[in-house]
């Protein structure tokens, strides 16, 4: 019994669809491995977080408060959750480059922080997969420009 397999690249809704046709059957390789993804099998794939912390007291209790936030940073650099943090310009929050499981996770990690058991921060942590990076950070799986 013969078996023949087309691939078929088609447009539709101005996507570029690839396929596979084996008679009476039509497989959808984009939708495939957009649901692999979803179910977590691409566990290769790089996941990043930028947390933004935004200021609730005065930059007079936020300096007061500084060193103990320092601290509980370096904790957490020394995890290696933490890739980088410092205050914004202008001095109204805070960012923290972090990698995680999820937002849910470092959000309730960000609970242990010193400035948000004060009430003196909230945070907002925003997810995103890099496909691209220079030379200044190694990320395993992303790929280098130079």
Request: glycine share 6%; charged share 15%.
């Given at each position: 019994?013969?078996?023949?397999?087309?691939?078929?690249?088609?447009?539709?809704?101005?996507?570029?669809?690839?396929?596979?046709?084996?008679?009476?059957?039509?497989?959808?390789?984009?939708?495939?491995?957009?649901?692999?993804?979803?179910?977590?099998?691409?566990?290769?794939?790089?996941?990043?977080?930028?947390?933004?912390?935004?200021?609730?007291?005065?930059?007079?209790?936020?300096e007061?408060?500084?060193?103990?936030?320092?601290?509980?940073?370096?904790?957490?650099?020394?995890?290696?959750?933490?890739?980088?943090?410092?205050?914004?310009?202008?001095?109204?929050g805070?960012?923290?480059?972090?990698?995680?499981?999820?937002?849910?996770?470092?959000?309730?990690?960000?609970?242990?922080?010193?400035?948000?058991q004060?009430?003196?921060?909230?945070?907002?942590?925003?997810?995103?997969?890099?496909?691209?990076?220079?030379?200044?950070?190694?990320?395993?799986?992303?790929?280098?420009?130079?």
């Open positions: 019994m013969l078996v023949c397999l087309c691939w078929l690249l088609t447009v539709s809704h101005d996507k570029l669809l690839l396929s596979v046709y084996i008679p009476h059957v039509t497989v959808d390789i984009a939708a495939l491995l957009n649901l692999a993804a979803l179910q977590g099998l691409h566990s290769d794939m790089t996941k990043l977080h930028v947390i933004l912390g935004r200021y609730l007291a005065p930059l007079s209790e936020i007061a408060a500084t060193p103990a936030h320092r601290e509980w940073l370096n904790q957490h650099y020394r995890s290696g959750v933490f890739i980088t943090s410092g205050p914004q310009e202008p001095r109204t805070g960012v923290i480059l972090a990698a995680g499981e999820s937002a849910e996770q470092l959000l309730a990690l960000m609970q242990g922080d010193p400035f948000y004060a009430g003196l921060a909230e945070y907002q942590v925003i997810a995103f997969h890099p496909v691209k990076r220079s030379s200044k950070i190694d990320l395993e799986g992303v790929p280098l420009i130079e």
